[in-house]
């Protein structure tokens, strides 16, 4: 349970109805689980994810746990969502949160370590990723994407995240594991091989065979898919054929899914538009970077890029 780790959260209520002043709630119908957080299950939300009135209460909060500007540390964090109600009980929906964020303190419990210094000793170094950072190093800055946002009503792009005042060249209150690091091409390939290798790379071992090959499984209850149970996007189309592993979707039914990608595909996107996937049937790993914030035509680049890639596949 997540509460031997995080023993505030003991008495976690979820939202049944009202507003700021008249808040019902009621208790969870079960524990949260750390694979409820590694699986987005946990009740938990985003600011941005308007799938519950949660979202709204997060925003009144400024529950923003990636570059907040209020500035917490993970404990601050922690004891402020431990009086807001999850927006369901945990294992119920899929929702897309700060879950991974929590992961991230959670490590920093167990360990002693921040989580800065613990990727840094058990992943980035013995991996050579000498280019992903949760605080960009001075003398790498002039290397840092601008960061855009689509202004539809002038159609033109515009500076969201100006590289030379990005939060990313400071130190963060507290380190994001969903949504704090920076990487490049190059850096990030090497993870998605290491993940192609089954936790090996180039004579590194980071993980067991057995525990990547665990991770990288479909994880939802049988026959039902994130069409069936997520909030938000995934419950549309493009989570149709789609399940969910310890930390990313998982292709389970091309067919049902309309597209190209093979059976066991692990994959997931960020902010910016980027994507990944590691496809173990071909033996193809793919990282794509782009730089558009918010950006409305990102599920359309996806999955042209998708078509493009299988379409060369002979």
Not at 9 to 23: C, D, T
Not at 98 to 108: A, C, Q, V
Not at 148 to 166: G, L
Not at 228 to 252: H, Y
Request: charged share 25%.
């Amino acid at each position: 349970d997540v509460e031997k780790f995080i023993p505030e959260w003991e008495n976690l209520s979820v939202y049944q109805s009202g507003s700021f002043e008249n808040l019902i709630t009621e208790p969870p119908k079960r524990k949260m689980k750390i694979k409820d957080l590694l699986m987005h299950r946990s009740g938990l939300t985003y600011d941005f994810e308007e799938t519950s009135f949660v979202q709204k209460i997060y925003l009144k909060e400024e529950i923003k746990i990636a570059r907040s500007k209020e500035k917490l540390s993970a404990d601050q964090y922690i004891k402020k969502l431990a009086d807001i109600p999850l927006a369901f009980s945990p294992g119920e929906y899929f929702n897309y949160s700060i879950s991974t964020d929590i992961l991230g303190f959670i490590i920093e419990r167990i360990t002693g370590k921040s989580l800065e210094d613990y990727f840094k000793e058990k992943i980035f170094d013995p991996l050579g990723m000498k280019d992903t950072f949760f605080q960009i190093p001075e003398n790498k800055i002039s290397r840092l994407a601008n960061c855009y946002i689509y202004d539809q009503t002038n159609d033109r792009y515009i500076v969201e995240d100006d590289f030379e005042k990005s939060s990313y060249i400071e130190k963060p209150s507290c380190y994001s594991g969903g949504g704090g690091l920076l990487s490049t091409i190059d850096d990030y390939m090497k993870f998605c091989e290491l993940l192609q290798n089954k936790g090996t790379l180039n004579d590194v071992n980071i993980i067991g065979s057995r525990t990547a090959s665990f991770m990288m499984s479909n994880h939802l209850e049988k026959d039902i898919d994130l069409y069936d149970i997520a909030k938000g996007k995934w419950g549309t189309n493009i989570g149709k054929g789609v399940g969910f592993s310890l930390g990313g979707s998982i292709v389970i039914d091309p067919i049902k899914n309309m597209s190209l990608r093979s059976k066991d595909e692990f994959s997931w996107g960020g902010a910016a538009s980027t994507l990944f996937w590691v496809d173990p049937r071909e033996k193809i790993s793919v990282v794509f970077m782009t730089q558009m914030l918010g950006n409305p035509l990102s599920q359309n680049l996806r999955e042209d890029l998708r078509t493009l890639v299988y379409q060369a596949l002979i």
